[in-house]
C-alpha cells in the first residue's frame, strides 16, 4: 500500500532529475543567447515584416539553432569528459548523471530535430519562391565547423583555429536569421555578426587562460603556445575590432551616428577590460563579455524603434 502511494513522486523526482541533467548538457545559457539571434537576424533584415510574413520560418530555425547548439555542446562533453573530471566535475558526464552512451543517443535525436527543423523551414521559402540556399549553406557549413571541431581535424586542439571555428559558428547565427527570412543581403545584420564573431573570439581565447592548467596534456590552447599575458593582450586587440564592427552601422548607416549613444554600455564595459585582463581575472573578463555582446545587440534594437 505504502510503495503503491510513493513509488510515483520517486519516480517524477527521478525524471525530473534526468531531464535536468539532458538540459545541462546542451547548455541552455549557451543555447537561449543563440536562439534569440535567429529572430534579431530577421529584424535587422528587414524589420517587424518578418514577424507577420515569416513567423513560422523564423520560428522553425530558432528551434533548428537550439538543437543544433544542444547536440554540438553534448558532443563537446562527450569528448571532454577526461578533461572535466578535474575542470567541471559537476558536468552531467563526470558526475554519471548521464551516461556517455545516453549522451551519444540523445545527440543524434537533437541533430534529427535540428536538420528537421531546418529543411522543413528551407522548403517553405522554396515554396514561397524565396531564396533558400544562403540558409542551407550556412547550416552546412556550421555543420562541417562543429564536427571537425571535435572529429577529424580536431581544431579544438588547433589553439586560435579551433577558437575561430567557435566564434564563425556562433557569428552565423545572425546571418542564419537573416538568411531564414531570404534576406542575408543585409548590411546591418553582416555588422552585427562581425560583433558577435569578435566579442566571442576574444571570449574563447580568454577561457582557454582560465583553463590552462585543466588544458594542460589533453589539448593544446593558444595560451600554451603563446603565453597567457600575451594571448590576454591578443583577446584585448580582437576586443577592438569588435568595437570597429559595432560602430560601422552608426557611420555607413542604416542608424544615425547620434544613436551610437545606446552602445554605450557595451563601448564602455569592453573598452575597460585591459585592467582586468592585465590582471588575469579571467572568470570577470569572460563573463563582461557575455554581457556586453547582450548589451550590443540591444543597442542595435534600440534605434530601430526610436
Not at 212 to 240: C, H, W
Request: glycine share 8%; proline share 5%.
Amino acid at each position: 500500500m505504502n510503495q503503491r502511494y510513493q513509488n510515483p513522486p520517486v519516480l517524477a523526482v527521478d525524471m525530473a532529475a534526468d531531464v535536468r541533467a539532458y538540459l545541462e548538457l546542451m547548455r541552455l545559457k549557451n543555447v537561449f543567447l543563440a536562439a534569440i539571434t535567429v529572430p534579431l537576424g530577421a529584424q535587422f533584415a528587414i524589420g517587424d515584416k518578418w514577424i507577420s510574413d515569416y513567423f513560422v520560418e523564423v520560428f522553425l530555425q530558432i528551434f533548428a539553432v537550439i538543437f543544433f547548439i544542444g547536440a554540438g555542446n553534448t558532443m563537446n562533453d562527450i569528448k571532454d569528459c577526461e578533461i572535466d573530471k578535474t575542470a567541471h566535475p559537476n558536468r552531467p558526464i563526470p558526475s554519471n548523471k548521464v551516461s556517455i552512451e545516453n549522451a551519444k543517443k540523445f545527440t543524434w535525436i537533437l541533430w534529427f530535430a535540428s536538420f528537421s527543423c531546418m529543411g522543413y523551414g528551407a522548403f517553405m521559402l522554396s515554396q514561397s519562391g524565396m531564396s533558400w540556399l544562403p540558409l542551407v549553406i550556412i547550416y552546412f557549413t556550421a555543420v562541417i565547423l562543429m564536427l571537425s571541431y571535435d572529429h577529424g581535424p580536431k581544431t579544438k586542439n588547433s589553439g586560435l583555429i579551433g577558437n575561430i571555428s567557435i566564434s564563425l559558428m556562433v557569428g552565423a547565427v545572425i546571418l542564419y536569421g537573416s538568411s531564414s527570412v531570404s534576406a542575408i543581403e543585409s548590411t546591418l545584420a553582416w555588422w552585427t555578426a562581425g560583433v558577435v564573431f569578435f566579442t566571442n573570439l576574444a571570449r574563447e581565447i580568454v577561457k582557454d587562460c582560465q583553463d590552462i592548467e585543466s588544458d594542460e596534456g589533453i589539448r593544446k590552447t593558444l595560451p600554451m603556445t603563446f603565453g597567457l599575458q600575451n594571448s590576454r593582450m591578443l583577446a584585448y586587440v580582437i576586443i577592438m575590432a569588435a568595437l570597429v564592427c559595432l560602430y560601422m552601422p552608426y557611420w555607413k548607416g542604416p542608424f544615425e551616428f547620434g544613436q551610437l549613444f545606446f552602445q554605450t554600455p557595451a563601448i564602455l564595459m569592453l573598452i575597460t577590460l585591459n585592467g582586468p585582463l592585465y590582471k588575469g581575472d579571467d572568470v570577470l573578463v569572460s563573463g563582461r563579455i557575455r554581457a556586453a555582446m547582450l548589451l550590443g545587440l540591444v543597442g542595435f534594437i534600440i534605434p530601430m524603434y526610436v
